[in-house]
């Protein structure tokens, strides 16, 4: 009898094991599907960046083709055209810079100019209605 609770004990184990083992074995098989599926990700992806890298040396190419065709005096003077639009997006933001340091100069002046008329009116006010 006690050979056949150990028996039992033993073929319950055993059971235990096996169970388990399906269920690594079934997890290690949804592991293998997920890395199979990311392998084919990322070579998809790799693919797709060789595509765009020779895509671009393709543009890249044609750029230095069209600009070893532009004359040097063209080049320059496409140089010197951007430089002149600089300068004056500079010249201009200098202009609006000072016209707004003015601005503010004459408000505050206008605030004084008012300040004082307000005082010089008050104090005439007073002065002539106490009849001195």
């Not at 190419?61 to 065709?69: D, G, K, S, T």
């Not at 003015?102 to 002539?128: M, R, S």
Request: charged residues 30%; glycine residues 4%.
């Amino acid at each position: 009898m006690a050979s056949d609770s150990i028996d039992s004990d033993v073929l319950k184990e055993l059971l235990e094991i096996a169970r388990r083992l399906g269920d690594l074995e079934s997890s290690h098989k949804e592991h293998t599907v997920r890395q199979e599926m990311m392998a084919e990700v990322i070579a998809r992806h790799m693919r797709k960046e060789e595509e765009n890298q020779k895509e671009l040396a393709v543009q890249l190419a044609e750029f230095n083709e069209r600009m070893r065709a532009v004359p040097t005096e063209t080049h320059a003077k496409h140089h010197m055209l951007f430089d002149q639009m600089l300068e004056e997006r500079k010249n201009k933001a200098l202009f609006w810079g000072d016209m707004r340091s003015k601005l503010a100069t004459g408000g505050v002046w206008a605030v004084i100019v008012t300040l004082c008329t307000i005082a010089w009116y008050a104090a005439n006010q007073y002065f002539v209605t106490k009849g001195g």
